[in-house]
């Protein structure tokens, strides 16, 4: 787990930065016109869209990764060493919490790549 965190945090990082660039450079990339609006066309409303899902997934992701990720494994490994203090209840719930946080990072994720389509769909993201 450790590791594909690493890896998705790397991943993050470099997507941030290679969005940043493409967003600070979207009117020479796309042949617009240096006056024009960033809301002018649909390409704005679909990018603060998708940046605001993205950061939903991001906090939705640090939470499983950082609260109920550890406590889950807690809790198995505390019962898989013969604790009584922890109930089949207690992981239950826990892994239900974190298979809905795994699903909802995963709906949003594809929200956000189909957002992406849409950014990139000319034809529809610079309509006005």
């Not at 209840?89 to 946080?101: D, H, I, K, N, P």
């Amino acid at each position: 787990t450790k590791r594909f965190a690493w890896i998705g945090g790397i991943g993050l990082v470099m997507l941030v930065v290679a969005g940043g660039y493409l967003i600070g450079d979207w009117r020479k990339y796309y042949n617009v016109p240096g006056d024009t609006d960033f809301f002018h066309y649909y390409f704005g409303s679909i990018f603060v869209a998708k940046m605001i899902v993205l950061l939903v997934m991001l906090v939705l992701l640090g939470f499983h990764t950082f609260r109920t990720g550890p406590r889950l494994i807690d809790a198995m490994e505390a019962q898989a060493n013969g604790s009584k203090t922890v109930t089949d209840a207690q992981v239950r719930g826990l892994r239900m919490q974190s298979m809905f946080l795994s699903i909802s990072v995963l709906l949003l994720t594809l929200v956000i790549m189909v957002a992406g389509v849409m950014l990139n769909t000319t034809t529809f993201s610079f309509k006005s």
